[in-house]
């Protein structure tokens, strides 16, 4: 009779996590739909099929519900990239996989990109920096390959190869609606790693 009561709080726990996973994901096409300003506590809520207030049991306000979207993206890029580099049998394959790990991001998640965009400034002050901070490190993970590949350029210069690329993975997929998803995809590793110019390096 033990069992049943041992596996009951994770039932309700898993049930838990899946409600507040479904209002991120809920959260990131609201607001890249209407903003920030413009989706309700109780908007959020409806969207999963539970009431305004309810939203307050996985979430302190909507203002937290944007940080942990946008945080927990960055998060996720930071570890995620960290892994690919771990992974890699060398620096070209690192960045390859790189490449190929944001453009996955960018083409999965462009609503996320697009919160993130036009709504950083609605976060808290310790929130935005939180993103700012784990950016920052994603960036350098890129610089301190592409370093490795490229040791006689200056990391400044980079450090601006690998943001305008961010900048092409990111926005691309916005306009490729007559693309198919397959070429979108070739074309975004291409492009990325002509800009990083690690292109004869592609694998």
Do not use: C
């Not at 994770?10 to 989706?39: C, M, P, W």
């Not at 990325?192 to 110019?197: I, K």
């Amino acid at each position: 009779m033990a069992q049943p009561q041992e596996t009951l709080p994770t039932a309700r726990g898993r049930a838990k996590a899946e409600r507040r996973d479904a209002l991120l994901s809920s959260a990131a096409q609201l607001f890249a739909s209407r903003g920030f300003d413009g989706v309700s506590i109780e908007d959020l809520g409806s969207s999963v099929g539970v009431s305004g207030p309810a939203v307050y049991r996985h979430f302190a306000s909507k203002q937290a519900v944007l940080a942990a979207l946008l945080v927990g993206v960055s998060e996720g890029l930071l570890v995620g990239g960290r892994a690919v580099v771990e992974a890699a049998a060398d620096d070209a394959s690192a960045l390859t996989g790189l490449v190929r790990f944001h453009a996955d991001f960018a083409l999965r998640d462009p609503d996320v990109i697009r919160v993130q965009d036009r709504d950083l400034a609605a976060l808290s002050p310790r929130d935005r920096e939180s993103v700012r901070d784990l950016q920052r490190r994603y960036v350098d993970l890129w610089v301190d390959v592409l370093s490795r590949l490229s040791p006689a350029t200056e990391r400044a210069e980079l450090r601006l190869r690998a943001q305008a690329t961010f900048g092409l993975l990111n926005s691309t997929p916005h306009s490729a609606r007559s693309v198919t998803a397959a070429r979108t995809r070739a074309l975004l590793e291409e492009m990325a790693l002509s800009a990083l110019g690690q292109d004869a390096r592609r694998s």
